[in-house]
């Protein structure tokens, strides 16, 4: 009986959907008339969340049974329903050649949903499940953006505030990490889903305000209060935005402007000499405060400050591979592929230099990808984070490590590669749900405790795994083969096919390393740099023991 009320439920809830839309599209005056009515309605008497019944009593919160959010629950699709509806004569600003009683429906339209919108935008409820209803409207909002983008500002601004919304869990900060509440955990998804919505469908809108947005972005990428999935929305949003602007200095510009704070940390000093050596690293990650003084792995403070400096690095790496995934993505829509023909001079005649037939340089691949001119800025540390992490596997490393019973779990397979490795679904709660592998690998400390024993193994396996997909981004964007990229590719080379690095690999280091990164290379190499883009990197990988007899595997075999 439960599964066919669904099914009747979810029939209903399309058929009111399509007649809604239908409506609006053959009634737009009376459609924005009522809208407007009950949307204005229900501010006036629900606003601030009156009456306040079904409260939580552990905030004294608004929940999902409370009147008031779901009286605004019930407006939310017909609003959105009713303004995708609408014909786009109804609504457009430019009412040239419309005839007399078409252009008075368009006036009390335009005058109809202007109010409403302002409604919207102006709303500042307290409540977390009317902040989430408000995210949804504004959501909603985007059609009627995409023609009067006057209060589109202010409502993305909104959802961009609700990403970073902070209501705590009690009792979490014992082991060192503080989990949001459900609700609001609920809230940022939902406004994070609206913003991509928006960008999506008016990013040209988005394009005069890219300042603001820009300031915007590295507030908010610079709060620790940022969690994974809310940066992914963000990343979404900010690559929607950067692909709507046509001049491709502006638009590379504004990427580099939203990655400033990543870039500075890659950059920093700080950053260079903890890299500088295995040894030093090793420090900077409280490996060998471990073997000196055990307690240094439990101690608080200690934890925090090695917790604090790895997640600044690793953080730095992996806004630039989210941002630079959706950079190139959004490349290879572009009509000729993300890789624009190069007009150049061979002898005497003119000819277009192909992707498929040379080279191409950043300021030309930039057309398309604006990701690309950061490479040369990214490069250097990102071989040198790649370098440390690989030679700490080395046997030399693995002698000394192992030896200890505290260091020894830098080696270990992480809670989320052991649950990887046993099941897919996350529906149980993932690592730390009913069956997860929390704590199974480390004698029942997990990563959230206060110990960092349980933490290495999963931030090598993070720093590993995101330097080889940023090489495989650099082998797909074809920044590998520019010209500029030429001085420092020898280093690249000795560091990601070193024999010393290879054969202390494990299998599961070594899988990801292919499928990561040599198998982008071997789709992304132009035919014509085979031998020297492809040949160095594939032939030490492939036939390690065959390299005595010289260059030029790959032609030959």
């Not at 017909?78 to 009412?95: C, K």
């Not at 590719?489 to 690999?505: G, T």
């Amino acid at each position: 009986d439960g599964e066919e009320y669904d099914a009747w439920l979810c029939d209903l809830r399309s058929k009111c959907s399509q007649l809604l839309k239908f409506i609006g599209n053959a009634e737009p005056k009376i459609s924005a008339a009522t809208i407007h009515s009950r949307i204005q309605e229900l501010l006036s008497l629900h606003g601030n969340g009156e009456p306040r019944n079904h409260l939580n009593p552990a905030n004294n919160q608004l929940t999902q049974l409370s009147e008031a959010v779901l009286q605004f629950e019930g407006i939310t699709q017909p609003l959105d329903n009713i303004l995708q509806g609408l014909p786009e004569w109804s609504i457009r600003q430019n009412t040239a050649g419309l005839y007399p009683k078409k252009m008075a429906i368009n006036t009390e339209v335009r005058a109809r949903l202007s109010d409403l919108a302002q409604m919207i935008v102006s709303w500042n409820p307290t409540d977390t499940w009317l902040k989430y209803r408000r995210s949804d409207m504004l959501g909603a909002l985007k059609h009627y953006w995409a023609h009067d983008p006057s209060t589109l500002l202010q409502g993305v601004d909104g959802l961009l505030q609700y990403l970073n919304v902070e209501e705590w869990k009690p009792g979490n900060a014992t082991n060192g990490e503080r989990r949001l509440t459900d609700d609001v955990a609920g809230l940022r998804k939902r406004s994070g889903i609206a913003l991509i919505g928006v960008s999506k469908k008016v990013p040209h809108h988005l394009v005069p305000w890219l300042a603001q947005l820009s300031e915007r972005a590295k507030s908010l990428l610079s709060s620790d209060s940022l969690q994974p999935p809310q940066r992914m929305h963000f990343y979404e949003f900010l690559s929607c935005v950067a692909t709507a602007v046509e001049d491709p200095v502006a638009r590379a510009n504004f990427i580099a402007d939203v990655l400033a704070n990543a870039l500075e940390i890659v950059e920093s000093q700080a950053t260079k000499e903890s890299l500088r050596s295995v040894e030093i690293f090793m420090t900077v990650m409280g490996i060998v405060q471990a073997g000196n003084n055990p307690s240094s792995a439990t101690d608080p403070t200690h934890v925090k400050q090695v917790s604090d400096t790895f997640v600044s690095l690793f953080s730095a790496l992996n806004q630039l591979l989210s941002v630079g995934k959706r950079c190139n993505e959004a490349a290879r829509k572009r009509p000729n592929g993300g890789i624009p023909v190069v007009t150049s001079v061979v002898g005497s005649l003119p000819g277009n230099n192909f992707p498929d037939e040379g080279p191409v340089g950043i300021s030309d691949l930039a057309i398309n990808d604006p990701f690309v001119p950061l490479w040369p800025r990214i490069l250097p540390t990102l071989i040198r984070v790649l370098d440390v992490t690989l030679q700490l596997w080395q046997p030399q490393y693995q002698a000394v490590l192992l030896k200890n019973p505290i260091q020894r779990y830098v080696f270990a397979i992480s809670d989320d590669e052991a649950y990887l490795a046993m099941k897919q679904d996350t529906s149980t709660g993932g690592v730390f749900g009913e069956g997860g592998t929390a704590g199974t690998v480390g004698a029942g400390w997990d990563r959230r405790d206060v110990n960092l024993a349980p933490k290495w193994s999963g931030w090598f396996n993070e720093l590993r795994n995101t330097s080889f997909q940023l090489l495989g981004l650099l082998s797909g964007q074809r920044a590998l083969f520019a010209p500029e990229v030429s001085g420092i590719f020898p280093e690249l080379v000795s560091v990601v096919v070193n024999s010393s690095h290879l054969q202390a690999m494990e299998h599961r280091h070594f899988t990801q390393y292919l499928k990561q990164f040599i198998e982008i290379l071997l789709l992304a190499c132009p035919v014509t740099l085979y031998q020297t883009h492809f040949s160095p990197i594939l032939e030490p990988v492939l036939w390690p023991n065959e390299l005595e007899a010289g260059p030029g595997l790959i032609k030959s075999k």
